[in-house]
């Protein structure tokens, strides 16, 4: 992940931290668990809270005498906008899983792909087209039926025909429809916490706000979101 600005602008503040253990990719969040008196730690895949924000170098954490002592520097500003490439699984650099519609949609809510449909529902997510008629719109997903079809409430405005290609994930701008008491998202990292695993199902992961959705490829999507849970944000915990 790296730093995509601030909502509220301006440039970054930079703190060194102590280390609870040892964070060895920069553009990790960390966060401190109040059980490790230590310093702090990278984030689990699916638990953000107490965030202090996006690792900018790497540290060694040691407990050998001697040893330096392991320090890492973080962005930490609570309107920090994250951004993090789209991955489609659970490994770094994954490409997005890739649909290819096999039954025409006359009336642009229906993608059928008996194949490459996700297995984890990522109803409240996006879905847009990369090839066909409709390229590059966007819908959000209404319903997912597991490897089968995705439909969408509000209508492509071109009919979609076999051979159309589509992404889909699970974020939207408007909150993946998982949380209904503030409509939030919520994101889970790929296995390194460097990247967005985007082939989980809606409502998996660390609670974020999406603030933007670049929706280009396979491998060159990203999603920019700010953390709910940062430890200045005054809601550390959620």
């Not at 296995?191 to 670049?214: C, I, M, N, P, R």
Request: with cysteine; aromatic share 4%; proline share 3%.
């Amino acid at each position: 992940m790296i730093a995509g600005g601030h909502l509220c602008g301006g440039g970054p503040v930079l703190k060194r931290f102590k280390l609870g253990s040892t964070v060895a990719n920069v553009g990790v969040p960390v966060a401190s668990t109040g059980a490790d008196a230590a310093g702090v730690d990278p984030v689990t895949t699916t638990t953000w809270d107490f965030v202090h924000g996006l690792s900018t170098d790497t540290g060694t954490y040691s407990t050998t005498q001697g040893d330096a002592e392991g320090l890492v520097t973080v962005t930490v500003r609570p309107d920090l906008i994250a951004k993090a490439l789209m991955s489609g699984g659970a490994t770094e650099g994954t490409a997005l899983a890739l649909l290819t519609n096999t039954a025409a949609s006359a009336t642009g809510v229906t993608i059928t792909d008996a194949v490459n449909v996700n297995d984890d529902s990522q109803v409240g997510g996006t879905i847009w087209c990369i090839s066909g008629n409709n390229v590059g719109l966007s819908r959000g997903i209404t319903t997912h039926t597991v490897s089968s079809l995705v439909t969408v409430l509000v209508p492509f405005p071109r009919a979609i025909a076999v051979g159309d290609t589509f992404i889909m994930i699970p974020y939207n701008l408007s909150g993946d429809g998982t949380d209904t008491t503030d409509g939030n998202s919520n994101i889970q990292s790929t296995t390194l916490f460097t990247q967005a695993d985007a082939s989980v199902a809606s409502g998996t992961g660390g609670q974020v706000s999406v603030v933007e959705l670049e929706l280009n490829g396979r491998s060159d999507s990203n999603v920019l979101f700010i953390f709910d849970a940062h430890v200045h944000s005054g809601a550390s915990a959620m």
